[in-house]
C-alpha cells in the first residue's frame, strides 16, 4: 500500500497514467468512437482544414486523419504490448537461467546477449527486416528482438544476487530442483524491477515500430500506423503541416506518458529513491 500511495503523490505519473488509460479505452472503441472507417478514401476531399466532419482534416487521399490517428492508437499499443511481452519472455528466462547456473551456461547466453549488444538497434532491426522483408510483422519481430538484452542483463543481475539468498540455499539444501527454484523463488522475487524496465520499454518499442514504419519497411498502405503516416505526411509539410503535427503529437504524448508512469512506478518500489527526491532541498527564488 505504502508503495501504492507513493505513486498517487507522483503527479506526473498519475497524469501519464490516466492518459493512457484515455487511450487504451480510445485504441479498444476505435470502432465506436472514429467518425469515419480509416480507409475511407475521398479524392475531392484530400487535404482539407479541420471541420466538424473531420476534427483534424483529411490527408492526401480525403480520408479522416483523427480516424487514422484513433485506429493507429490501436496498433501501436498492441505491437507495442506484443514486443516488450515476448522479448520480456525470453529475456528474462535468459537471465535467470544465466544468473542460477553460472558458469559456462551463463557464458554462452551472456556472449549471446553481447553480440545483440555489440549492434547499433536501429542496423540490427533493419538487418533483421531485410531478412525477412519488409511488413509489420518483420518489423515487429526485429524490435522484440533488440529489446531482449535489456530483460537479459536485469533478470541475471537480480538472479545472480538471489542465488545467494539463505531462502534459496535452504530450499536447495531439502532438495528442491534447479527449476522449480527458479521458478518459485528466483523469478518472484526479480520480477518487480522487470516490470518496471517493461514499462520503459513499451515506448522505445512504439518508437522503433514507428521508426521502421517511417523509412518503408514497417506498416506497408493503408495500415494507419503512427510512422507511416508521418511518412505519407512529410511531402505536405508546406501545403498541411498539421497531418505532421497531429501524428507527431500522439506518439510523442504516449511516449511521455508511458515514460512517466515508469519513472513513478521506479519511485514507488524504491522507497530510498523516493525519500531522497522528497527530501531534496528546492531552489529558493530570488526576490
Known amino acids: 500500500m505504502g508503495g501504492w500511495r507513493r505513486f498517487l503523490c507522483n503527479r506526473p505519473a498519475v497524469i501519464g497514467g490516466a492518459f493512457?488509460?484515455?487511450?487504451?479505452?480510445?485504441a479498444i472503441l476505435a470502432d465506436v468512437i472514429a467518425p469515419h472507417a480509416y480507409d475511407a478514401a475521398d479524392l475531392r476531399s484530400r487535404l482539407l482544414p479541420p471541420s466538424p466532419s473531420h476534427p483534424f482534416g483529411t490527408d492526401e487521399l480525403g480520408r479522416c486523419v483523427l480516424s487514422r490517428i484513433i485506429y493507429g492508437a490501436r496498433i501501436s499499443?498492441?505491437?507495442g504490448s506484443v514486443i516488450v511481452a515476448s522479448s520480456m519472455v525470453?529475456?528474462?528466462a535468459m537471465g535467470i537461467v544465466a544468473g542460477y547456473a553460472g558458469g559456462a551456461v551463463d557464458s554462452v547466453l551472456m556472449r549471446l546477449i553481447d553480440v545483440l549488444l555489440s549492434f547499433p538497434g536501429i542496423l540490427?532491426?533493419?538487418?533483421?527486416?531485410?531478412a525477412l522483408g519488409p511488413g509489420l510483422g518483420s518489423a515487429a519481430t526485429a524490435v522484440a528482438v533488440v529489446s531482449i538484452p535489456p530483460f537479459a542483463r536485469l533478470s541475471r543481475a537480480r538472479a545472480l544476487s538471489i542465488r545467494r539468498e539463505e531462502y534459496v540455499q535452504a530450499a536447495r539444501a531439502v532438495g528442491a530442483g534447479a527449476v522449480r527454484i527458479m521458478w518459485k523463488h528466483?523469478?518472484?522475487?526479480?520480477?518487480t524491477p522487470v516490470l518496471i524496465q517493461a514499462s520503459l520499454e513499451v515506448p522505445r518499442a512504439i518508437i522503433f515500430i514507428a521508426t521502421l514504419s517511417f523509412l518503408g519497411i514497417g506498416a506497408q498502405p493503408p495500415t494507419p500506423e503512427w510512422g507511416a503516416m508521418l511518412s505519407a505526411a512529410k511531402n505536405y509539410l508546406r501545403v498541411a503541416p498539421r497531418l505532421?503535427?497531429?501524428?507527431?503529437?500522439?506518439?510523442?504524448l504516449t511516449a511521455l506518458a508511458f515514460n512517466a508512469v515508469g519513472d513513478g512506478l521506479r519511485d514507488a518500489c524504491d522507497p530510498q529513491s523516493y525519500r531522497r527526491l522528497r527530501l531534496s532541498p528546492r531552489p529558493r527564488s530570488r526576490r
Do not use: Q, Y
Open 20 to 26: 493512457l488509460v484515455c487511450m487504451v479505452a480510445v
Open 77 to 79: 499499443f498492441l505491437l
Open 90 to 92: 525470453v529475456g528474462v
Open 124 to 130: 540490427l532491426a533493419l538487418a533483421i527486416v531485410a
Open 186 to 191: 528466483v523469478l518472484p522475487n526479480a520480477i
Open 244 to 252: 505532421t503535427i497531429f501524428t507527431g503529437s500522439a506518439l510523442f
